[in-house]
Nanobody, 115 residues
Framework: VQLVESGGGLVQPGGSLRLSCAAS????????MRWFRQAPGKEREFVAQ????????NYADSVKGRFTISRDNAKNTVYLQMNSLKPEDTAVYCC?????????WGQGTQVTVSS
């Protein structure tokens, strides 16, 4: 089982990034997918979730209206489009797959928002 995130980097406030999480080793289309983030010295926090079919999305209040989660089950990939980025969005972003009692995590990708 692998979840590999990519797309992180350094961006100025107000900018955009698109994160990707490529999955392998399990039946991706069965799993709900989530993005979490963890800033230095802080607890890991939920960012966004998408159901297995890609029709229902949920967001943390802090990112609602700025971030969009999506998935492509044909490519076994989940995305996080991040717009209007703020310095407080700086964190390591990880994707998570869960289904029944199974729960998988990626290693994460660093997002830094700074001028």
């Amino acid at each position: 089982v692998q979840l590999v995130e990519s797309g992180g980097g350094l961006v100025q406030p107000g900018g955009s990034l698109r994160l990707s999480c490529a999955a392998s080793g399990f039946t991706f289309s069965r799993y709900f997918m989530r993005w979490f983030r963890q800033a230095p010295g802080k607890e890991r926090e939920f960012v966004a979730q998408i159901d297995s079919a890609g029709g229902i999305m949920n967001y943390a209040d802090s990112v609602k209206g700025r971030f969009t989660i999506s998935r492509d089950n044909a490519k076994n990939t989940v995305y996080l489009q991040m717009n209007s980025l703020k310095p407080e969005d700086t964190a390591v972003y990880c994707c998570n797959a869960f289904y029944l009692l199974q729960n998988y995590w990626g290693q994460g990708t660093q997002v830094t928002v700074s001028s």
